[in-house]
């Protein structure tokens, strides 16, 4: 704001105040301002780019792609746009498409860790887990404070059933941002394969202090209260799971199983 006061016509101090928008999540005035910036300088890639951001925010990813593509028109040499367009195309499930664009981002700049970790997230979707292992090794290289790569390497590590390596991963993803409920939350998925029920019971009560609307914690931590014998409190884990997800069909299922087999085995898919 200050430096716009100092210059009505800086566009890319417009720019910058709807990224900052953009992450307090204000979309509207995100876009007011951007539209703001593109009227004073129509030819910002930096602008088209970040508006794009803002239309895929707000769920509409035709009109983000729309964005991306003018950025590219006016610098195709700008690598951050080609991963956006990735992003959009991982959405949408289409995996082998976004790492090509992912792939693009890499031969402008080979540094990039986030286009690493956005390639390993499509590599591991399509079950190509080593790889996306080696991608978030790469990202990590790069970048060895980020936590969301440490989580969703040790997702893929746990999708190898390598659970030990895969908590070790969540650990440090927790120690850099004690904040976030889903390390805890994949952290205590593989506590439980690990027959660590009473320590998976303890990282539940800590996810849903987090997230207390986040329903399937309900359930897995039902399962891990079922495996100790915990019968009663397992059954008010999967009620709580129905009250917060109604199509959470797992947790009816896991009630009934609670309570008429004795819970013998562990619920994991």
């Known amino acids: 704001e200050a430096a716009i006061q100092l210059d009505p016509q800086d566009a890319e101090a417009y720019v910058n105040k709807g990224i900052a928008l953009l992450e307090l999540k204000q979309h509207d005035s995100a876009m007011e301002i951007l539209d703001q910036a593109l009227e004073i300088d129509p030819n910002s890639s930096y602008g088209h780019n970040n508006k794009g951001r803002v239309w895929e925010r707000l769920k509409n990813p ?13 610098d195709k040499h700008f690598a951050v746009v080609y991963r956006n367009k990735g992003l959009i195309l991982e959405a949408d499930r289409e995996y082998k498409q976004a790492i090509l664009w992912h792939d693009k981002a890499l031969s402008l700049y080979p540094g990039y860790a986030e286009a690493y970790w956005s390639r390993g997230d499509a590599l591991g979707a ?51 941002d004690p904040g976030d409920p889903y390390p805890y939350y994949n952290k205590a998925g593989d506590l439980i394969r690990l027959g660590r029920d009473k320590e998976a019971s303890d990282l539940y009560q800590k996810v849903t202090s987090l997230e207390p609307n986040f329903g399937s914690t309900y359930t897995y931590h039902g399962i891990a209260l079922g495996n100790q014998k915990r019968y009663k409190e397992s059954v008010r884990c999967y009620r709580y799971a129905i009250e917060h997800e109604q199509n959470h069909s797992r947790g009816a299922h896991n009630k009934g199983q609670s309570v008429c087999l004795g819970f013998d085995g562990i619920f994991i898919c």
């Open 126 to 176: 399509q079950g190509k887990l080593e790889e996306a292992v080696e991608n978030y090794n790469m990202a990590l290289e790069l970048n060895p404070s980020d936590e969301c790569v440490y989580n969703n390497r040790g997702t893929a590590l746990s999708d190898q059933k390598k659970y030990v390596q895969a908590i070790q991963d969540y650990n440090r993803a927790i120690e850099l």
């Open 62 to 74: 035709a009109e983000a792609m729309r964005c991306y593509d003018k950025a590219l028109e006016l």
